[in-house]
């Protein structure tokens, strides 16, 4: 085959995962088509993607928004796998969340019907997020597998941090799921939480912010005091593994590690003693939400290996915080 592994498509390119999952397929030997969304007022600046070893052979880029659905027809026409990973996120809740809820869930159905349209298509890969298990209610677990679903109702009662996102996630991620089913089309999610390590988009990714919060003298902004985490390289590597599993099924979380506030502070504390990071001890005072073990045991089962440890996750991101200047 003259592009090697084959062509497929990764959505919301300049994403962090999305442009560390589009250097590793470059790298497996897969040719790679993604989407970005065109700017009415300048062109978007992918140098760090084109600049990628075999992008200028390999990558291909369309404009598409999940505003508008039929827009990634070209993206998805002749690739054998689809990577959804591309997702309206809005924090500052500037939208209603219906909005972004049907921008979501419109897109990704619409990115599924370009799928079937294109008859090439053998298997889609949807990114979820640990937002989609972990608020599940007055009966949460402290472990939790892919059984569980984040209770929407409870969501938009409470409003946590976030809330709106997670519900378009949960929303999202059964309509894709429903609809594989449906029509016949090989549909698996895969859940991350907090994403962090290396990064190769302009930008500081939000993950990696949250993560080393300590690190960067924001110790106000704490809001979490217990952390599902994962390496994006292992995370870009489980979406692939299940593109090229030969029969995977549903759900999948994909989390190393779950770790405390007070450990991250001991384990920075003993590696980077040139930051002013908080003791324990003061770290110990702070109320936050403590996230539940999003246990990977169906994706290791299925013969998928973590590679990353805590030192390793924490010690990529910030060395390239520091090469980037966040640091």
């Given at each position: 085959m003259a592009e090697g592994k084959g062509r497929v498509c990764v959505t919301g390119g300049t994403g962090f995962l999305a442009s560390w999952i589009i250097k590793r397929l470059l790298e497996d030997g897969y040719a790679v088509n993604t989407t970005i969304r065109s700017h009415p007022d300048r062109k978007r600046d992918v140098s760090f993607l084109t600049s990628l070893p075999g992008a200028s052979e390999k990558l291909k880029f369309f404009n598409a928004d999940l505003s508008n659905p039929e827009s990634f027809e070209g993206a998805v026409e002749g690739c054998v796998g689809i990577f959804h990973t591309a997702s309206p996120i809005d924090f500052a809740l500037n939208e209603p969340e219906e909005v972004v809820t049907k921008r979501s869930i419109d897109g990704a159905l619409g990115i599924l019907k370009a799928c079937l349209k294109s008859k090439t298509v053998k298997r889609v890969v949807y990114t979820s997020s640990a937002s989609a298990v972990s608020f599940s209610g007055a009966d949460a677990k402290d472990v939790v597998d892919e059984s569980v679903w984040s209770d929407v109702d409870l969501l938009r009662s409470v409003k946590p941090f976030g809330w709106s996102y997670a519900v378009s996630k949960v929303m999202a991620e059964k309509a894709v799921l429903e609809f594989g089913e449906q029509h016949g089309l090989?549909?698996?999610?895969?859940?991350?939480?907090?994403?962090?390590?290396?990064?190769?988009?302009?930008?500081?990714?939000?993950?990696?912010?949250?993560?080393?919060?300590?690190?960067?003298?924001?110790?106000?902004?704490?809001?979490?005091?217990?952390?599902?985490?994962?390496?994006?390289?292992?995370?870009?590597?489980?979406?692939?593994?299940?593109?090229?599993?030969?029969?995977?099924?549903?759900?999948?979380?994909?989390?190393?590690?779950?770790?405390?506030?007070?450990?991250?502070?001991?384990?920075?504390?003993?590696?980077?003693?040139?930051?002013?990071?908080?003791?324990?001890?003061?770290?110990?005072?702070?109320?936050?939400?403590?996230?539940?073990?999003?246990?990977?045991?169906?994706?290791?089962?299925?013969?998928?290996?973590?590679?990353?440890?805590?030192?390793?996750?924490?010690?990529?991101?910030?060395?390239?915080?520091?090469?980037?200047?966040?640091?």
């Open positions: 090989d549909v698996v999610s895969l859940i991350p939480p907090f994403v962090v390590g290396r990064f190769i988009c302009p930008k500081l990714p939000d993950s990696i912010g949250r993560a080393l919060v300590l690190l960067l003298g924001k110790k106000e902004e704490i809001g979490v005091i217990r952390y599902h985490i994962v390496h994006v390289d292992d995370v870009a590597r489980a979406h692939i593994f299940l593109l090229e599993h030969p029969n995977p099924k549903g759900r999948y979380n994909c989390s190393s590690f779950i770790t405390s506030i007070e450990e991250i502070s001991e384990l920075l504390s003993a590696k980077y003693p040139e930051y002013q990071i908080p003791t324990v001890q003061e770290l110990k005072e702070i109320k936050g939400v403590k996230l539940p073990h999003l246990t990977s045991k169906k994706l290791v089962d299925a013969g998928f290996e973590f590679k990353y440890s805590l030192e390793d996750i924490f010690q990529d991101a910030i060395e390239c915080c520091k090469e980037n200047g966040y640091l």
